[in-house]
């Protein structure tokens, strides 16, 4: 599951709402948006992540952070090393090599170091 899947699956059940009523009301399958939900399906474009956060018409601050997560819920993510240095490369394979098998308090902590050193930047160059 992705963040986004995640967020849009507990503001969903919070409501009480099945996904078939959601999707029907925002244009798209329930197909797609249990692919959405489950992080099958890439994350929505700008325009449908706006038609999800008006549907459930959350405040400014849930919106901006519905945002933010979107852009960090690619489900398949690929890390272009190259011109980088050789220990960006390692950190790259040791992370695909084991993000499977960590424990979800492992992933958090590294998470959590990886958000203090890039300062929460969800994109963009150090």
Do not use: C
Request: proline share 4%; no cysteine.
């Amino acid at each position: 599951m992705t963040p986004l899947g995640e967020k849009i699956r507990q503001l969903r059940r919070e409501r009480g709402v099945s996904q078939k009523e959601m999707a029907a009301s925002i244009g798209v399958s329930a197909a797609y948006l249990s692919s959405l939900e489950h992080g099958r399906a890439s994350p929505p474009n700008w325009a449908m992540i706006q038609k999800i956060i008006g549907y459930f018409n959350v405040i400014w601050d849930e919106a901006d952070e519905m945002q933010r997560i979107a852009e960090l819920s690619h489900p398949r993510v690929v890390v272009d090393t190259a011109r980088l240095a050789p220990e960006a490369t390692e950190l790259a394979n040791l992370l695909a090599a084991h993000i499977a098998s960590m424990k979800n308090a492992e992933v958090t902590l590294l998470l959590q170091q990886l958000r203090a050193i890039t300062g929460g930047r969800a994109t963009g160059k150090r």
